[in-house]
T-cell receptor, first 114, second 114 residues
């Protein structure tokens, strides 16, 4: 069974540009969540999509947005990039196991804003 | 507001000894706890979990202990091996939240030396 696939792995963008990151979840998983990891910080929750609907959102500005397609693949978009957006962006594919969540992560996209 | 806290940013242990990584939480709605291991430039990989109805869960060299009254959990690795050197993240799931919403600590860098 294939794992969570994120593309691209690395990205360099200039301030003010926009960027789109992609995530393909594990087959059969309908929940996709996005997290931002910066040095010294844990994983900060961005948002979660389930069956093409955003079900939860973290405390990030509106420049961060996402969507999910009918095949559960998800994209995350960041507009008007700032230097502080440089981070590792992680996608998690989740499924219910009994009463609890099993969450599996992709390898991440390393975004550098210059 | 950091609801999951890992107060030790780093831990250094000799090979063969026990590694104990600690995690505290503040939200009494958390009902499931997970530990992830992360190598540089990779996504977090699931290690072990525990539900709030248990106080201990073992998987090979890894044991997680949960003290609900103290809102504290710990991960024990016995015996520690150099390959265990990585960042360990504690995460929690809130029974009142959505499937893919996990709350993470900031991580503890474990170094196992020969």
């Amino acid at each position: 069974k294939a794992g969570v696939t994120q593309t691209p792995r690395y990205l360099i963008k200039t301030r003010g540009q926009q960027v789109t990151l992609s995530c393909s979840p594990i087959s059969g998983h309908r929940s996709v969540s996005w997290y931002q990891q910066t040095p010294g910080q844990g994983l900060q929750f961005l948002f979660e999509y389930f069956s093409e609907t955003q079900r939860n959102k973290g405390n990030f500005p509106g420049r961060f947005s996402g969507r999910q397609f009918s095949n559960s693949r998800s994209e995350m978009n960041v507009s008007t990039l700032e230097l502080g957006d440089s981070a590792l962006y992680l996608c998690a594919s989740s499924v219910r196991s009994g009463s609890y969540t099993e969450a599996f992560f992709g390898q991440g996209t390393r975004l550098t804003v210059v | 507001d950091q609801q999951v806290k890992q107060n030790s940013p780093s831990l250094s242990v000799q090979e063969g000894r026990i590694s104990i990584l600690n995690c505290d939480y503040t939200n009494s709605m958390f009902d499931y706890f997970l530990w992830y291991k992360k190598y540089p430039a990779e996504g977090p990989t699931f290690l072990i979990s525990i539900s709030s109805i248990k106080d201990k869960n073992e998987d090979g060299r890894f044991t997680v202990f949960l003290n609900k009254s103290a809102k504290h959990l710990s991960l024990h690795i016995v015996p520690s091996q150099p390959g265990d050197s990585a960042v360990y993240f504690c995460a929690a799931s809130d029974r009142g939240s959505t499937l893919g919403r996990l709350y993470f600590g900031r991580g503890t860098q474990l170094t196992v030396w020969p």
